[in-house]
């Protein structure tokens, strides 16, 4: 598997990311914002957690407009796979790549603390190697991390077997506990807590350690 890391101003998640892709057995390359296009032969695409740009005007709205995105928009579209982590998923809802948007957390807090998962559907490339209804514990650190989307989507999402997280315990009013959604081919995830914060039991637990190796055994078979 070769992944890219997409690097901003304010990333501060790239090097977790890269090393959890690495550790799975991904051959990594760190990409800067105002590169224009991806390396080739690129499977999966990361962008990570962190404040991209200071968080200014909505966080991830810079960085949606960067040169970069561009290409990660072409590299969805072609069927790639994109995983976007904490101010990533903030990035893929600013590009359109996933519905929705992260508002302010409701307690107008930032949250810093392990959370509980339930794993909503192992139909993706990302929760394959997790069971259905399983609790993880996967670190968060936001302060806008309120998914928010009307009625009708959130109807759609959960018909359409799209929510792929939702929160054992709510940590900042997301609508319908949802902590992670999937693209209509289900190959671009957005998800607030930290998956490669958890692998690697010396920080403090293994659950994330499924979805990067769930992602090798699905890249392998393709």
Known sequence: ????????PGSNCDRDLAVAFEQAGA???????????????????????????GDYLRCGAIAANSPICRSVVNHAGRGGFVLGVCNGFQVLTETGLLPGALMRN??????CKTVGLKVETTDSAFTADYKAGQVI?????????????????VARLQGEDRVAFTYTDNPNGAVAD???????N???????????????????????????SALMGQLAKA
Do not use: C
Not at 106 to 111: D, E, N, R
Not at 145 to 151: I, K
Not at 178 to 184: F, K, N, P, R, T
């Open 137 to 153: 514990d996967i670190p968060i650190a936001h302060h806008d991390g309120n998914y928010t989307a009307d009625a009708d989507l």
């Open 27 to 53: 051959d990594v390359t760190m990409v800067w914002h105002k590169d224009t296009a991806l390396p080739s032969g690129i499977d999966i695409v990361g962008i990570p957690g962190g404040f991209s740009f």
């Open 178 to 184: 949802i902590a992670g959604v999937l693209s209509e």
């Open 106 to 111: 409701a307690g107008l807090k930032f949250v």
């Open 1 to 8: 598997m070769r992944a890219a890391v997409i690097v901003f």
């Open 186 to 212: 289900r190959r671009v995830l957005g998800m607030m807590p930290h998956p490669e914060r958890a692998v690697d039991a010396r920080h403090g637990g293994t659950d994330g350690v499924a979805m990067f």
